[in-house]
């Protein structure tokens, strides 16, 4: 069946500095979206992406839709101490609905 | 404006025994899921209503989890009996559309309902 496979699962950096991580699928999607969850929280939407290539910010936030529609990106400026959580890469299992399969997530710890 | 709304959030009860989670998704939300997240996993859907119909419950295990959401808002999901491996954190979650591929499809995910199984 799909998977999306993240990486890296986990993360230590030094506040200041910028992170990277991506999210790959062995099937296309139309739809690539970006969560963040904190401890005892629900996830909450970062970025969406709706095509192929497309590249999207939010604050110091930016995500891309790969060329291929099997893959994107999400990259994080100059980190700060509440970026630490989970994040999750995410796609609609069929088509144009709200089922949506997740990643299993990259943890993001910030030493301050 | 009110977010999705969940209940208990803390549940701990012993394998066979039966348990029922409550949402209340926002003000005008259509569709509403129901999502299982095992630890160190990401969610995994369980059902899709749109308004007081199920839409998608293939990876509903309906031998012992039912959930249904009689009037079009609120919601429950019931599992009896509950095994070890039901161990999980439940998240509700609504949305206004149907699909991701318009700002009205945003899911807005409630805090959690974490479930112990002993």
């Known amino acids: 069946g799909q998977q999306l496979n993240q990486s890296p699962q986990s993360m230590f950096i030094q506040e200041g500095e910028d992170v990277s991580m991506n999210c790959t699928s062995s099937?296309?999607?139309?739809?690539w979206l970006w969560y963040k969850q904190d401890p005892g929280e629900g996830p909450v939407l970062l970025i969406a992406?709706?095509?192929?290539?497309e590249l999207t910010s939010n604050g110091r936030l930016t995500a891309q839709f790969g060329i291929t529609r099997k893959d994107s990106f999400l990259n994080i400026s100059a980190s700060i101490p509440s970026d630490v959580g989970i994040y999750f890469c995410?796609?609609?299992?069929?088509?144009?609905?709200?089922?949506?399969?997740f990643g299993q997530g990259t943890t993001l710890q910030v030493k301050p | 404006e009110a977010g999705v709304a969940q209940s208990p959030r803390y549940k701990i009860i012993e394998k066979r025994q039966s348990v029922a989670f409550w949402c209340n998704p926002i003000?005008?939300?259509?569709?509403l899921y129901w999502y299982q997240q095992i630890l160190g996993q990401g969610p995994k859907l369980l059902i899709q209503?749109?308004?007081?119909?199920?839409?998608?419950d293939s990876q509903l295990p309906k031998d012992r989890f039912s959930a249904e959401r009689l009037k079009g808002v609120d919601s429950t999901l019931k599992i009896q009996p509950a095994k070890l491996e039901d161990s999980a954190v439940y998240l509700c979650?609504?949305?206004?559309?149907?699909?991701?591929?318009?700002?009205?499809?945003?899911?807005?995910f409630g805090e959690g309902s974490r479930l112990t199984v002993l």
């Open positions: 979650a609504s949305s206004l559309a149907l699909a991701p591929t318009s700002n009205t499809g945003e899911l807005f």
């Open positions: 099937s296309i999607f139309n739809t």
């Open positions: 992406l709706y095509k192929a290539g």
């Open positions: 995410a796609g609609p299992l069929d088509g144009n609905t709200g089922k949506l399969i």
């Open positions: 003000s005008g939300h259509a569709t």
């Open positions: 209503f749109q308004n007081n119909g199920v839409v998608d």
